[in-house]
């Protein structure tokens, strides 16, 4: 059981000096959050959430932090390993989308309680444990909040990491304030990372090797929605007058103006070419299908399509996906799928999905956010990196032309997320000693830490 004297006193006083900060800049966060809230009425919705004050439900949890979507889909495998053993569970986010995403996910399970995670504000974090009362702590991914982990550390629940995802840019020199930020990954009882370059970064900033495992990437084991597939069955048939699809999945604001012009020139070369474009914030849903109209294309939105998605398709060059958490009822539509954050330099979004789904996947130059996963994919044919948007361009008109490559490509994807699979249960049986009732130091009773298996999972 770590304590907080495994932090540096510096650090720890550093925390103090980051608390009047973040206290100082609680009227821009609930500012920033009422703008938001025009497209995204959750943000206020559950406004009481983000002090700690929302309604409890079930208490003696495992509190598992996934701040958006991503990292929501990312810990559902190992969610239902938890529920499997009888564990219940506390879902927090920050996004809206991650929310939806989470309610989607267990809508039948009334062992999940969700929340949105509380401002990282010491008092706020103290109210939410004493109410809720978490028996550990699992954070997804990268997500480092000093409250979140001092407050807990500082109640003596067990931290740890699933999915580790701590990138060489998030180190940089190591020095400065950077440097006490990774200080606080000492407070983790244990982290489960995917490869063995990411075991190596937690070993340099002071980890104990002890307290590292590799264990693979969950978003592997990830279920693919059944009515996702349903979905996207009935889509490709009333899109049947294209003879090919590209998908664009989560492209970013700053490579839109490399991706804009390219589509134009890519259905003005091919009028079989049907588009579908997700980008990644809904912020940009009607802004990108308002460009794409400026230059003469016809869209067709995805919100027009109904609940299903079995609507009449009228005659459309491209579809703007306009919602969120549907994503799997797209790819299996796309013959090909360019992942956004690529053309620039952000290190690349998620690649996983497609590849479950046996999509052939092309990306920019900027990968180092997925190389994890793009460079194995690459090797195995499933995955190419063009050095620039010319280079994609022409790679994407050869591909389209050539369906045994692409056929080559999607048996890769598939053979190579097969054999991915198995980090959730890994994870689970990492992780099993710190959610024991046994656990030392535990602060509460724990005759409700298990309850029956809902039916189902």
């Known amino acids: 059981m770590t304590t907080l004297n495994a932090l540096p006193l ?39 959430d983000r002090f700690g004050l929302g309604l409890v439900g079930q208490k003696c949890t495992v509190w598992i932090y996934a701040a958006s979507l991503g990292e929501t889909r990312a810990a559902s495998p190992l969610i239902r390993q938890l529920r499997a053993e009888g564990f219940n569970v506390l879902l927090t986010h920050q996004s809206p989308s991650g929310l939806a995403e989470g309610a989607r996910l267990f809508a039948n399970d009334m062992g999940v309680t969700q929340a949105f995670a509380p401002l990282d504000l010491f008092w706020a974090v103290r109210i939410f444990l004493r109410r809720f009362q978490p028996v550990a702590l699992i954070v997804m991914e990268i997500e480092i909040w000093p409250a979140m982990l001092i407050e807990t550390t500082r109640r003596g629940i067990p931290i740890a990491m699933a999915n580790g995802n701590l990138l060489e840019e998030s180190i940089g020199n190591g020095r400065g304030l950077r440097r006490h930020i990774l200080k606080l990954y000492l407070l983790f009882s244990h982290i489960c990372t995917r490869t063995q370059s990411y ?3 937690y070993i340099r900033i002071g980890v ?7 264990v693979g990437e969950m978003k592997y084991d990830q279920l693919i929605d059944p009515a996702h597939l349903r979905m996207a069955k ?15 999945a989560s492209s ?17 070369q091919d009028s079989g070419l049907r588009v579908l474009w997700a980008p990644r914030s809904p912020q940009r849903f009607q802004t990108v299908a308002d460009k794409l109209r ?13 609940r299903e998605m079995d609507a009449p398709v009228p005659q459309t060059q491209v579809l703007v996906a306009d919602s969120t958490g549907e994503m799997n009822a797209f790819y299996p539509v796309a013959d090909l799928v360019f992942v956004g954050a690529s053309l620039v330099d952000h290190g690349g979004h998620n690649i996983i999905e497609p590849l479950v789904l046996g999509r052939p ?24 990196s063009l050095q620039d948007a010319v280079a994609l361009e022409k ?32 994870t689970f049986l990492v992780l099993h000693s710190l959610l024991s009732p046994n656990t030392e130091g535990h602060h509460e009773k724990t005759d409700f830490l298990r309850y029956p298996t809902q039916p189902g999972i």
């Open 252 to 268: 970013v604001e700053a490579e839109e103006r490399l991706l804009l012009p390219m589509v134009e020139r890519l259905i003005a």
């Open 361 to 384: 996947v092309v990306m920019g130059p900027s990968t180092y956010g997925i190389d994890f996963a793009a460079e194995p994919a690459g090797q195995a044919g499933a995955f190419e």
């Open 10 to 48: 510096v650090t720890r006083i550093l925390y103090l000096l980051e608390q009047a900060i973040a206290h100082l800049l609680v009227p821009f966060v609930l500012f920033l959050m009422l703008l938001r809230s025009r497209k995204e009425p959750a943000h206020f919705r559950k406004l009481l």
């Open 234 to 248: 009935t889509l490709r048939a009333n899109l049947v007058r294209g003879e090919r699809f590209l998908m664009i």
């Open 199 to 201: 075991h190596d970064r």
């Open 395 to 426: 790679r994407i008109v050869e591909l389209l032309v050539d369906p045994v490559a692409l056929a080559k490509m999607s048996a890769a994807s598939i053979a190579f997320a097969t054999d991915k699979t198995g980090a959730a249960k890994k």
């Open 208 to 214: 104990d090797p002890s307290r590292v495992s590799v």
């Open 294 to 306: 400026s230059k003469g294309i016809t869209v067709t939105l995805r919100s027009s399509l109904g």
